[in-house]
């Protein structure tokens, strides 16, 4: 599809500044961009491409000074980030509005309720008395457990896996490998010491606007539900383990781990490869550091930890410091025992017993 700079401009309000109806039919960075593609300009870091750089239109902030004269179309706009997103957002929107219908070979079940405008790829199953709502795309070879619940406009990628049960809202996106439901990690010890599985007869429900990334799992609970609130963003390979919460908004990073029955608050960031035990709360806009081990529950809202186990970032950050010094540390105690020693051999310092 092309848009000309014009339409490009009313879509985002913005203010064209060059060719009005000069077209582009992609994206490209501003570096690489090429004739016919749309190009932004948000970091001062890369000012320099707006000189050098072929593509037809680019999208710069208001503030934006010419330093040379420019070959390409600019439209100016408040934010030429959020600008670009908003356009990537609308692209992607009439992409979606496009794909639509069922694909062979599929199964589908005859109890399923399926809304309209749907998309079904090819080796989807759909099982029983499963519910999909209005606007959905389910790519090929996701597979939907028996009554599985779909709301409106959720798009869920290839190979995705929604085990029986288990709850969907709107507007979410499920990215491919991703599996929701499997069985929580419960098992009783037996006297002779082996270990007797207990049946996980919970579900996951996931509320409107999360996103889920690519071969992270979600396990369902034991009793009651596996929560993932409005708004939360789960990045790829992520373990999310069986009636933990996670609150609204919260975003957590690739790797790390949630273990059983601990509730995440809203607004919480959990970095890359941490990890978090059972049974514990984390308070509302909690900040956890890449590779922390939180091992207790942390109470004060808005509060940052780091290192394992994870303890208050800025003390943690102190220690860091000291922990790099304590060679210099070592190298003056050793100097003040020998002057200690001399004082000591000559009478001029005596100490009392």
């Known amino acids: 599809m092309q848009f000309s700079a014009e339409q490009i401009a009313a879509l985002i309000n913005g203010k064209v500044e060059g060719d009005p109806n000069i077209s582009v039919d992609s994206f490209g960075k501003i570096e690489e961009a090429r004739q016919g593609q749309l190009a932004f300009l948000a970091n001062p870091k890369y000012e320099d491409h707006l000189y050098t750089t072929k593509a037809s239109v680019i999208l710069v902030n208001d503030s934006q000074a010419l330093r040379e004269k420019i070959s390409s179309t600019l439209i100016r706009v408040p934010d030429a980030y959020l600008a670009f997103a908003a356009l990537l957002s609308k692209y992607q929107e009439m992409m979606k509005q496009q794909l639509t219908g069922i694909q062979e070979p599929s199964y589908i079940s005859k109890s ?8 079904v790829g090819a080796f989807a199953f759909i099982g029983e008395q499963v ?11 996701v597979y939907l457990g028996d009554r599985v619940t779909i709301g409106d406009d959720t798009i869920i990628l290839p190979g995705a896996k929604i085990y029986s049960d288990c709850v969907i809202g709107k507007e979410v996106l499920i990215h491919g490998g991703c599996v929701i439901g499997s069985d929580g990690f419960g098992f009783a ?5 082996s270990f007797k599985k207990i049946p996980q007869m919970g579900n996951v429900v996931v509320e409107d606007f999360v996103e889920i990334g690519a071969n992270t799992t979600i396990d369902r609970a034991t009793i009651g539900s596996t929560l993932i609130h409005t708004g939360a963003k789960l990045d790829n390979l992520i373990q999310i383990a069986h009636n933990v919460e996670i609150g609204n908004n919260t975003v957590i990073a690739a790797q790390a781990g949630v273990s059983g029955s601990t509730k995440l608050g809203k607004n919480v960031m959990v970095g890359g490869q941490a990890g978090i035990v059972g049974h514990i709360h984390i308070a509302d806009g909690s900040k956890i550091n890449a590779q922390s081990g939180v091992t207790k529950s942390l109470k004060t809202p808005n ?38 020693q001399v004082l000591l051999d000559s009478g001029q310092l005596t100490i009392d017993s």
């Not at 010890?189 to 010491?193: E, S």
């Open 112 to 119: 399923a309720i399926l809304g309209e405008h749907i998309f």
């Open 131 to 141: 519910k999909i709502g209005n606007n959905v795309k389910i790519y090929p070879q």
């Open 189 to 193: 010890p037996q006297p002779d010491g």
């Open 303 to 340: 509060s940052a930890v780091t290192g394992s186990p994870a303890y208050d970032y800025t003390s943690a950050l102190r220690s860091q410091v000291a922990n790099r010094h304590l060679p210099d540390f070592e190298k003056r105690i050793q100097e003040l025992e020998k002057k200690l």
